[in-house]
């Protein structure tokens, strides 16, 4: 039987996890997003097309895969349809290539509304939410009130629906905001509609059926691993499992089912949002990254918080995920530095630690080496055998200390500028 292998982010999210999907999904069947919602932005960039996926798997522009939205994933009709539409503008077969997981919950309107209710009266004190309803629509899961994408094949669909909206109008009254309008309910409706373009699917019997007639299956993440909400840097998190165990609950996939994890970084660390960052930059260094590396979130437009490489913290990835191989992105930003820093330890209350503590505070000071920088335009090379020697050094480097291989180097947002490393000499 073949195993599911799975992609994850080992940062805060934005690692650039939808260009590797879309490059690897030859190799695969089946593409299947596992957790997470449209505060996913993954950006695909090929043949002079820049597009933005948010629910939708990033293999979609592969006519070889079926993209399945698995039931650990939650869905805003709203949004799907404007992701479907652009995707018909395109002349992409999203009909026959496009499978929906009937267990997958719904993002209700009242539910994004709550969200920027409660993220509002947290005041300084604020997650950086992205206000798309994420985390109120998991409270109602996992507090068995939300409505799934199978119910809209049900009788009791319209009944379900207005039980959870009143809910949610009494929840907005204590917040003193504004309930759902008629306006909003008529366009979520009718977004609906565009679910039945599709084949709605027991997603957990689809996969494991595909894996027993000897399929490949990747199983793409969202977010990243330090926004996990169990290991990230609570309360400042997402609302889902973003690291690898989260495949196996949002997909239906047993542990021993699990085959190689790709684990996706940039050469240096980015965060939108609040929340603590070790190694932020706020001198010229962290606006050149920004600059470079057009740090601005692609769902929410906002500008990025950029900072050095953060060893610990990648380090503490590799391990709850299992990492088997590497894959370094936005590596040509950091062309042009004269020299790059990199965070080998914290010291945390004047202790010295290469282990991520309890709380990412304000406590936590990094300590770093310099390496030189490579000084090459890396955004032409079309292989991994001409790589400048200061830039093998950083890989090297890397490779030690995490003892993971980086099988991938990409040096452009264009499928094209991924350039693949042999990995034999390496060992975990």
């Not at 996926?53 to 009709?77: C, M, Q, Y």
């Not at 404007?82 to 009242?110: G, Y």
């Not at 759902?180 to 039945?196: D, G, Q």
């Not at 909400?229 to 021993?256: E, K, R």
Request: glycine share 10%; aromatic share 8%; hydrophobic share 40%.
């Amino acid at each position: 039987m073949k195993k599911v292998d799975v992609l994850l982010g080992l940062q805060w999210g934005d690692e650039g996890k939808g260009k590797i999907v879309d490059v690897l999904t030859p190799k695969y069947n089946v593409i299947a997003r596992f957790q997470g919602g449209p505060n996913a932005g993954h950006t695909l960039e090929f043949e002079g097309i820049k597009h933005v996926l948010h629910t939708i798997p990033s293999g979609i522009f592969r006519k070889n895969a079926v993209n399945v939205v698995g039931n650990g994933v939650v869905i805003d009709p709203i949004i799907f349809k404007r992701e479907i539409s652009a995707l018909d503008n395109l002349n992409v077969d999203v009909s026959a290539t496009l499978k929906i997981s009937k267990k997958a919950h719904l993002i209700l309107p009242t539910h994004r509304l709550l969200d920027a209710a409660s993220e509002a009266a947290k005041g300084n004190s604020k997650i950086g939410s992205t206000l798309k309803g994420i985390g109120p629509t998991y409270m109602d899961k996992t507090g068995r009130n939300g409505l799934r994408v199978g119910d809209f094949l049900t009788d009791k669909f319209k009944e379900k629906y207005n039980f959870l909206k009143e809910k949610h109008q009494q929840m907005l009254a204590q917040f003193g905001a504004e309930g759902v309008s008629a306006e909003m309910e008529a366009e979520w409706f009718e977004s609906m509609e565009t679910l039945k373009r599709f084949e709605l699917i027991d997603s957990e019997q689809y996969i494991n059926k595909r894996l027993v007639d000897g399929e490949p299956i990747l199983a793409e993440g969202a977010q990243g691993s330090l926004l996990d909400i169990d290991f990230g840097s609570y309360p400042f998190v997402t609302s889902s499992n973003t690291v690898c165990a989260g495949a196996c609950t949002g997909l239906g996939v047993a542990p021993n089912r699990i085959g190689n994890v790709i684990g996706i970084f940039k050469a240096y660390c980015t965060r939108v949002g609040s929340g603590p960052f070790p190694t932020e930059l706020f001198d010229d260094a962290g606006e050149k990254l920004c600059d470079i590396g057009h740090e601005y979130g692609s769902t929410t437009g906002r500008r990025r918080r950029c900072g050095w490489l953060d060893l610990p913290a990648l380090k503490y990835a590799i391990m709850i995920n299992g990492v088997t191989e590497l894959n370094m992105m936005k590596t040509d930003v950091l062309d042009t530095f004269d020299t790059i820093k990199v965070c080998t330890a914290y010291k945390v209350n004047g202790e010295l630690t290469d282990q991520m503590p309890f709380d990412l505070t304000e406590t936590v000071e990094p300590v770093y080496i310099e390496m030189k920088g490579w000084k090459t335009d890396l955004t032409g090379l079309a292989n991994g055998d001409n790589l400048p020697i200061e830039l093998q050094e950083y890989i090297s480097f890397i490779e030690e200390a995490t003892g993971v291989p980086i099988s991938v180097v990409s040096v452009g947002p264009d499928r094209e500028q991924t350039l693949f490393q042999d990995v034999t000499s390496v060992t975990a």
